[in-house]
C-alpha cells in the first residue's frame, strides 16, 4: 500500500490551537465509563441479528473481508484498532490514504455507501467501546497519518488526543465528515473544555436525529 496522504481540499491558511487543560473529573469519568459498558452491551445483544444480517450482506455484495480494521491514535496517541464494517473496494486505498470524499468516493461499494449513510458501518466499534478503547461520545479517532498531516497547518490538531475518542461527538452532530480539519477542531476542542454527562446526553441524541436526517455522513 502507498504510504502518501492524498487531500481533497487546499490549505489556505495556517490555524493555531490554544493548548486545552482537561480537568479532572473522577465522578463524571465513572459514569461515563460505566454508561458506555452498559450501553454497548446492550446494544450488542439488541443488534446481534441485524449486524449479523448486515455482514451478510457485505461478504455477498462485495470481495473482501466483512470486517475492516484500521490503526488509529486514540487516548494520549495510543495507537488502537479500530473495526468498522467494510464499505470500500479492497484496493481502496492502492494509491495512498485519502480523505473520503463522500457519496462521489469511487471506492466505496454500493452497499457501503448505503452504511455510510446511516452510520450502520460503524456500529462494530460498540466492541471497541466495550474494551475501553473508545467511550460512546468523544472526538472521532482518526489515523495516525491524517495527524501529520493536519498538524503542518491545524497546528495543535493533537490536543483532541487529551481525551478518549468515541463513536460519535460534538463535532459529529454538526457537520461530521463535511467539516475541514480546522473547523473539526473547534468542536472537539469546546467538546473537551465543556465535558458532562448532561452534554454527551444531548449528542447522544442529536446523533440519532443527524443518522436519520443522513446530514454530514460520507
Not at 90 to 119: H, M, N, Y
Not at 133 to 146: K, M, T
Not at 202 to 207: D, V
Request: proline content about 5%; overall charge positive.
Amino acid at each position: 500500500m502507498n504510504n502518501s496522504v492524498i487531500m481533497p481540499f487546499e490549505v489556505e491558511k495556517e490555524y493555531f490551537v490554544d493548548p486545552v487543560e482537561v480537568k479532572k473529573k473522577p465522578v463524571y469519568d465513572f459514569f461515563k465509563r460505566t454508561f458506555d459498558i452498559v450501553a454497548s452491551v446492550f446494544a450488542m445483544i439488541v443488534l446481534a441479528i441485524p449486524m449479523l444480517i448486515v455482514g451478510i450482506v457485505v461478504k455477498c455484495t462485495s470481495k473482501g473481508p466483512v470486517i475492516f480494521k484500521q490503526e488509529r491514535l486514540g487516548l494520549n496517541g495510543k495507537k488502537i484498532v479500530v473495526y468498522k464494517y467494510r464499505t470500500m473496494y479492497i484496493d481502496a486505498e492502492k494509491d495512498g490514504a485519502q480523505w473520503s470524499k463522500g457519496d462521489v468516493d469511487e471506492r466505496i461499494t454500493p452497499f457501503g455507501l448505503k452504511l455510510r449513510c446511516t452510520r450502520v458501518d460503524e456500529l462494530p466499534q460498540l466492541w471497541n467501546i466495550l474494551k475501553g478503547d473508545l467511550s460512546i461520545v468523544g472526538p472521532r479517532p482518526e489515523r495516525e497519518c491524517f495527524y501529520e498531516e493536519f498538524e503542518k497547518y491545524v497546528h495543535g490538531f493533537s490536543e483532541r488526543l487529551k481525551v478518549k475518542p468515541g463513536l460519535t461527538g460534538l463535532a459529529q452532530v454538526n457537520g461530521g465528515y463535511t467539516l475541514k480539519p480546522e473547523e473539526k477542531i473547534v468542536y472537539d476542542v469546546e467538546y473537551i473544555k465543556n465535558r458532562s454527562f448532561l452534554n454527551d446526553i444531548k449528542i447522544i441524541f442529536r446523533t440519532v436525529s443527524v443518522v436519520f436526517s443522513h446530514d454530514g455522513a460520507k
